[in-house]
């Protein structure tokens, strides 16, 4: 059977019990297939969407698939880039996998990177840039620089929130000692090249911080494939809407459903109780659209340790969280401090 040849997930370098998980959200977590048969449906849609194929999709439904639905989605895909660099991607993860799709829609180029390991992500980003610096892909080439050292005490300086419109915003935190920044999808790393240059290390990205007449981080500039953005004004970080707005645990351990509601249990105090099996569980803290509220973890905190409290942050990554012993767990959620908020798991039998 097909089954004997599939991959063992790994979680610290360790097989995951059974080799991997069957999750009941099919649609979402329930695609097996090889590099190579999904590079097989890159190529395709690539083909359909420029008018040379309609084996499996046609012209018209693959070009409504590449644009845009609104920010940078379109039809069950990400979109990026203009003109040349025109791209259509998307990531994937279960317990235990990390994959990777992208490819370029009038060149024909791209990659399909598929790994059986919690850790694969970092080797995705590693791989990317090398295929992008050889084939000079623009978009993900990463440019040799030179890396400063700058003193912790300094950091605080450039965290903030930063809004060029309500659409355009960038969020710098400092996350286990390192500024991080998020402006579309998820976190990530920001290396100094001087004290007001940066680079993000997953793409090399460009973020140059402006200082004003007192020596104080005003604003920040994002220079992407060559092209610098309009300047950010730094801005009063908008706090989530907890009060007014309903948001639910929602994760692997209710098929990230709406089902378990962080209901008022104090001042600026929020929680749920859920009974949870043995086994390790993905999930958010989010409003019903994801949109309003979606509070996750940061690059270096994702997972959460039974009886420790994690701050997490907007816009942040999926959490992890293992349960080795069946019972009832308490989700509570502090926001006592707008800008941060911190999660508690506690077991209550």
Known sequence: PLSTNAASAHDEGKVVSGKYHIYPELAAAGLWTTPTDLARFAIELQQAANGKSAR??????????LTSQGDEWGLGIMLEGRASQQRFLHSGSNQGFNCFILAFRQTGAGIVIMTNANSGRALIQEITRAVANEYGWKAYTAPQRTMVELSADLLPKYAGYYELSPEN?????????????????????????????????????????????????????????GTASAAYPRATEPTAPLRSTAFYLRGSMNDWGVKDQMMAAGQDRYATRIALKPGRYEFKLGSEDFNTIDLGGSPSVQDIVVGTAKTLLPVGQNLQLNIEREGVYEFALDATEPLALTLKVSAKN
Do not use: C, Y
């Not at 499996?56 to 698939?65: E, G, H, I, N």
């Not at 940066?198 to 220079?223: M, R």
């Open 169 to 225: 915003r960038v969020r710098v935190r400092i996350d286990n000692g390192k500024l991080i920044a998020q402006r579309t999808g998820g976190w990530n790393a920001l290396v100094a090249g001087s004290d007001t240059t940066f680079f993000l290390t997953n793409d090399g990205v460009q973020v140059d911080f402006a200082k004003s007449h007192d020596g104080n981080i005003s604003s920040l500039i994002v220079t992407e494939e």
């Open 56 to 65: 499996v999709l046609s012209p018209k439904m693959a070009q409504d698939m």
